[in-house]
């Protein structure tokens, strides 16, 4: 299969909400009151922690299937810890991003345990969100200036 391409576009709708569109569906971001939002929608690191439970549910259903066996229940629960200063420009040690992230997998499974950690490795090493997390991508910010007449 060649490389497949998904993007996201949208609008800042406040200081704190930005409204995305992917594909068919609106995705709502917005901070908690205690960073000055609206509280109306998860906040953009609690979408890297979404997005990462998503794609270990999708790899860990399409690997147990390879593997031969039932995933008759995932429950994912993931953690991060993040120093706000940073961010908030309160200071300059501080990094900007996740110092930890904490990622508790529970399964209901039909499956032996040498069968689930093989599983669980196999999930670790193709779970495209993990390796954008501990692996640097190349990314790049273009600024370009809107004109209205």
Known sequence: MS???????????????????????????????????????????EFILAGLAGCLNVVGHLVAKELHFELKQLDIEITGEINPNKFLGLSKDERSGFKAINVSLKTEADASDATLEKW?????????????????????????QLIYN
Do not use: Y
């Open 120 to 144: 669980l490795e196999i999930v670790q090493d193709r779970c495209p969100v993990k390796d954008n997390l501990l692996n640097q991508t190349p990314l790049k910010l273009k600024l370009e």
């Open 3 to 45: 490389d497949l391409t998904f993007s996201v576009r949208g609008q800042s709708n406040s200081a704190t909400k930005f409204t995305a569109k992917a594909r068919q569906f609106s995705l709502i971001i917005d901070e908690p009151d205690t960073l000055g939002g609206n509280d109306e929608a998860a906040n953009p690191v």
